[in-house]
């Protein structure tokens, strides 16, 4: 494959599933699942190709004409790959668990092709190669996601939806904003390592707004308090909805979008001589410790859920905005780390409501002796959340704290200390009541089969809790995320 | 074919149409129309092939040239004039061989459709020579038979609501150009031409200039539905037949503004009226703001639609401030691409109000949940054509709205972004209050059920021609360069 249409077949092989999806009939289950599972097995070759090819030092890139003097740029680079190969991973699983999760529910066209919809919108985030382009596709995740977040129609549903959209359109309105003002100052913007901005020779006061508008504008899928609101209420959501906004695509392309403004169009020197990456840094450390704070008084597990992302999603931000090639390393591989703890959570969650009808921590007594492989799974992402070594949040916590001392900026440790306190404050009430205490009341409402659940449903979170510790266990391995991360940072701070 | 013939073609086709349908009788009105509509839209992209190709088209008819003669001039912005009502104009003729169409219906349809051929293909002809007349007295007389037309389609539901919106059309129609017809009356008194380029070289700053340049500007800007003179839009759009409310909605509206940019730009000599650009764009941005509010406040898709394009209207009013000195060509550039993206996404959101119409028993937003299950090809118009008006990427509502959006950075004038930032939010509040009931479930299974497909389908392609402007902008604004209009910023 050349080198342009690379990119472009990666963007393409979701969306191009996804629009004949919508013109299948409803009862296609089978030619539905069959172009889902093509679509994503596809990606992962492309993306494997990709891969490879990057670290031999080989730049693919797709470009056409766009706005007067601006192009549409997809490009694979090092920062790019690290997003879409987790994007492209967990789609490949988050599909199968919604499958069947799904079976049997209505509008399932409708609610695939928007799925497949929203997976190229995030490769379009992570391989968009300058700033326009990384705006088009921000909003079309935006879009696409929408009709996914009210899936089920209900009145609860709908409102759900609405809190997404007033923060997220309010939040690209400010991006365009500063898009637009940056477009202004600058000309079109391409992607750099080491940013564009110390070339400019425009006022460091109209740079520092040009930021604010950014990062606030991002910052909303990033879900940054105080723009976090939209997160808890969108978990009204099936569950493998939850599992993509919260580990596949859309908190996801919020936290990218920072790394890619500070880095890639700043520029870490730059922006710290104009003093803006600290008040970002304190920011996420105010969201880091607030998500985890307000995760202790929810009982409904999804929410208690939710406020941990906001919370542990603020880690990458933290590694992003303090100087120093440690804690970079520490955000960039919490961005994978993070998604594949996070998307175990939530699969667990949704086979606890599917098989039994638990959706409240108060309700979990005995569920590990009832559903022990689920429970043993959801147990190693907490662990991972909380940590514990050798899990892969481990990893991730020990470089954002060691770059934190290097960096001189010993509050970080503070702050990772009380959130992960706060994080086994949340989590092991769970475990102990589910592998502790016994069950003596029937379950909510429990769907009995050959297996604890569904194969569909139980094989995801397997994988992706294996993936927990493999990402901790062989960290030190070229292929592991923190291995990548290495190569995007030296790439990034080297000569 | 000559550049001239085209252009000639362009006027006259549609006004035989006319002429036939009225002969042919209700039978062979809506062949007529679709042979006329098909004829009308290859004469305008012969048009503008020309004028990619050798720049402004220029032809005097009859020989006479000015200050007697009519002069027809296509530059690049007549051209993609005239491109916009062709592509309209084909799916709104389809879309209406399908409303009016088939027997039936009772003496009150079958007037209609007598009616609906002969004024609709009037309106088309006198839209296409006011995109094409070069002196402000043709300007009038186009004007005058574009509103005239118009009047009477707004007329021809011929329920009570319907006779009344289109009373308070007329005069307000003729009020506009009344205004005009004084202030070009003036013009023509003090300087003796009333050709453009004339005026433009005659016309110093002084009482004269002010007086027939507040009457043209104002006379216009009240057939342009300026906020605060758009009263009479919402009910006269919003109460005509949905193939006519397209019609209007898309095309109509934006004759009026075509023409303050020629006055503004080429005519009147910018120290004519020095506040004039702020003040229509102020008023542009509180258009912007009250009609998106008003649109929030709307319990039927057609007053949604209506009042929307007040608050798109808007935007285009922007352009005026914008475009002095530095962001002439950006500005145009960006209202160019608006417009056109404008008139497409409207009049599908209109066509596929009629196709809910004809399918469901009104337009009331609470009747339509579940209408993605129940009609989806409509459920995907009203949302695609939604996508471009919230211009949201990579839609041609936003390639317009963006190149706005960077004249107002780029010149420093800032301020002018506040209003279309602000606006983007609240057009998604009203375009997400229709784009949910499509997606809400429904009390019991509500079945699917059917409009002519033929209705649904233009629906559906004119809101991918929307989206799709916004895909390759650049093509448009080739054709918006071509002849001089836009010099210097052709990509």
Not at chain 1, 262 to 281: N, Q
Not at chain 2, 152 to 172: E, F, I, P, S
Not at chain 2, 384 to 413: D, E, Y
Request: charged share 10%; proline share 5%; glycine share 12%.
């Amino acid at each position: 494959m050349t080198g342009a249409a690379l990119p472009l077949a990666v963007v393409l092989s979701s969306a191009v599933p996804g629009i004949a999806i919508f013109f299948l009939g409803e009862e296609r289950h089978l030619a539905r699942t069959a172009l889902n599972l093509v679509g994503a097995v596809a990606k992962i070759a492309l993306l494997a190709a990709a891969v490879a090819g990057v670290a031999g030092g080989t730049a693919y890139e797709w470009r056409a004409a766009f706005l007067p003097g601006i192009d549409l740029v997809l490009r694979v680079d090092a920062p790019a790959l690290l997003f879409a190969v987790l994007s492209g991973a967990l789609w490949l699983l988050t599909t199968v668990y919604a499958v069947a999760y799904l079976e049997g529910a209505p509008h399932r066209s409708r609610f695939f092709g928007f799925f497949s919809l929203c997976v190229s919108a995030s490769m379009g985030v992570a391989l968009a190669g300058n700033l326009v382009t990384f705006l088009v596709f921000y909003e079309l995740l935006t879009l696409t996601t929408w009709p996914l977040v009210v899936h089920r129609g209900t009145p609860k549903a709908l409102r759900g939806g609405r809190i997404y959209l007033a923060y997220t359109l309010s939040g690209s309105a400010l991006l365009l904003a500063g898009v637009a003002w940056m477009h202004a100052v600058a000309g079109p913007v391409e992607f750099t390592a080491r940013g564009v901005i110390a070339a400019l020779d425009a006022p460091p006061s109209t740079l520092r707004a040009i930021f604010a508008l950014m990062a606030a504008g991002i910052g909303v899928k990033a879900a940054l308090v105080p723009l976090h609101g939209w997160l808890p209420e969108a978990m009204v959501a099936p569950a493998p909805v939850s599992a993509l906004l919260h580990a596949v695509a859309v908190v996801k392309a919020g936290a990218f979008g920072i790394v890619r403004l500070v880095y890639d169009v700043y520029g870490i020197e730059s922006g710290e001589r104009l003093g803006v990456l600290a008040p970002l840094a304190a920011v996420a450390g105010v969201t880091i410790v607030w998500g985890s704070f307000r995760a202790l008084f929810q009982d409904d597990l999804k929410r208690r859920l939710a406020y941990s992302t906001v919370s542990q999603v603020s880690y990458v931000v933290l590694g992003t905005a303090i100087v120093g090639s440690i804690s970079t390393v520490g955000g960039l591989v919490h961005l994978v780390h993070q998604g594949i703890m996070k998307i175990t959570l939530f699969f667990c969650a949704g086979n606890l409501a599917e098989t039994l009808g638990v959706h409240a921590v108060s309700e979990l007594r005995g569920a590990g002796r009832r559903m022990p492989l689920t429970m043993a799974a959801f147990t190693v992402a907490a662990l991972g959340m909380i940590g514990l070594p050798p899990f892969a949040g481990f990893v991730s916590k020990w470089y954002l704290g060691v770059g934190g001392l290097e960096a001189g900026q010993g509050w970080v440790v503070l702050v990772l200390a009380a959130s992960s306190l706060l994080n086994a404050a949340y989590f092991m009430p769970i475990l102990r009541a589910a592998w502790l205490e016994p069950r003596v009341e029937p379950w909510p409402h429990e769907v009995r089969g050959r297996y604890e659940a569904a194969l569909g449903l139980l094989v995801p979170p397997l994988v992706t809790a294996a993936l927990v510790v493999l990402a901790g266990l062989f960290a030190g391995s070229d292929l592991s995320p923190l291995g990548w991360a290495k190569l995007v940072v030296g790439r990034e701070y080297g000569p | 074919m000559s550049g001239a013939a085209w252009a000639i073609g362009a006027v006259l086709v549609p006004l035989a149409g006319a002429t036939a349908a009225l002969v042919g009788g209700a039978r062979a009105g809506r062949w007529v129309g679709l042979a006329t509509a098909g004829a009308s839209a290859a004469c305008a992209g012969g048009l503008a092939s020309a004028v990619l190709a050798g720049g402004t088209v220029r032809h005097r008819v009859g020989g006479w040239g000015a200050p007697l003669g009519i002069e027809l001039r296509a530059d690049g912005l007549s051209a993609l004039m005239l491109v916009m009502v062709a592509a309209v104009g084909i799916a709104v003729t389809v879309s209406a061989a399908a409303y009016f169409g088939g027997a039936g219906g009772g003496e009150e349809q079958g007037r209609r459709r007598l009616l609906f051929w002969p004024l609709w293909l009037f309106l088309w002809a006198a839209l296409d020579a006011l995109f094409l007349a070069a002196d402000v007295f043709n300007v009038y007389v186009t004007l005058e038979l574009v509103g005239l037309s118009a009047v009477g389609l707004v007329a021809l539901a011929g329920d009570r609501a319907a006779l009344g919106a289109a009373a308070r059309y007329l005069v307000l129609a003729l009020l506009g150009s009344l205004a005009y017809l004084l202030g070009v009356g003036l013009l023509y008194a003090g300087l003796g031409t009333l050709d453009a380029g004339g005026i433009r070289a005659a016309l110093g700053p002084g009482l004269l200039a002010t007086a027939a340049g507040a009457l043209v500007l104002g006379g216009l800007a009240l057939k342009a539905a300026l906020f605060p003179l758009h009263g009479w839009l919402p009910p006269a759009h919003a109460g005509a037949p949905a193939p006519v409310s397209a019609a209007l909605s898309a095309l109509v509206v934006k004759a009026a503004f075509y023409l303050l940019v020629r006055f503004t730009r080429e005519i009147l000599p910018g120290a004519a009226l020095p506040r004039a650009e702020v003040l229509l764009g102020a008023l542009g941005a509180a258009g912007i703001v009250w009609g998106s509010l008003q649109a929030l406040r709307q319990d039927r898709l057609k007053g949604v639609v209506a009042y929307s394009t007040v608050a798109q209207l808007g935007y285009l009013f922007l352009f005026f401030p914008l475009a002095r000195d530095a962001g002439a060509a950006t500005a145009l550039s960006g209202a160019g691409l608006f417009a056109l993206a404008h008139a497409l996404a409207k009049a599908a959101l209109f066509l596929a109000s009629g196709a809910i119409l004809k399918a469901l028993p009104s337009d009331r937003l609470d009747g339509l949940a579940g209408l993605g299950s129940r009609m989806p090809l409509t459920a995907a118009a009203v949302a695609v054509a939604s996508v471009s008006i919230l211009a949201l990427p990579p839609s041609g509502g936003f390639a317009g709205k963006w190149l706005l959006l960077s004249t107002a950075f780029a010149t420093g004038r800032w301020g002018w972004a506040v209003p279309m930032l602000l606006g983007g939010v609240l057009a998604a509040g009203y375009s997400f209050r229709v784009l949910e009931r499509a997606i809400a479930s429904t009390p019991g299974d509500a079945p699917p059920v059917r409009a002519p497909l033929a209705m649904e389908l233009s629906a559906l392609a004119l809101a991918l021609a929307a989206f799709a402007v916004g895909l390759v902008p650049w093509a448009p604004l080739r054709l918006l360069g071509a002849g001089g209009a836009l010099a210097g910023v052709a990509p």
